[in-house]
């Protein structure tokens, strides 16, 4: 019983080393400017991509899930009707 005890720690000591994986984001004067002049979170998130920031780190400092900035990142921008 006690060898199944401490499998189990072993394997959550794991899981919680994979969850801090990406830095955390550190922003410029400048580009805090230009984040606080953009009027949407999609326009943000475009913003930080250009910037380099990663997926999983513009997640995290907009606190918005993952696959949310992915699905902003790989649609095309829609063209304004004329």
Same mark, same amino acid.
């Given at each position: 019983?006690? =060898?199944? @005890?401490?499998?189990?720690?072993?394997?959550?000591?794991?899981?919680?080393?994979? *969850?801090?994986?990406?830095?955390? %984001?550190?922003?410029? @004067?400048?580009?805090?400017?230009?984040?606080?002049? /953009?009027? *949407?979170?999609?326009? =943000? %998130?475009?913003? /930080?991509?250009?910037?380099?920031? *990663?997926?999983?780190?513009?997640?995290?400092? /907009?606190?918005?899930?993952?696959?949310?900035?992915?699905?902003? /990142? %790989? *649609?095309? %921008?829609?063209?304004? @009707?004329?």
């Amino acid at each position: 019983m006690a =060898k199944a @005890k401490k499998a189990e720690v072993a394997v959550e000591a794991v899981a919680v080393s994979k *969850t801090s994986k990406a830095p955390a %984001i550190v922003l410029s @004067k400048d580009q805090e400017a230009a984040m606080a002049a /953009l009027p *949407t979170t999609s326009a =943000k %998130i475009r913003y /930080l991509n250009e910037q380099g920031f *990663t997926r999983g780190q513009i997640a995290k400092f /907009l606190d918005k899930r993952y696959q949310h900035v992915r699905t902003v /990142l %790989i *649609t095309p %921008i829609a063209k304004a @009707k004329a």
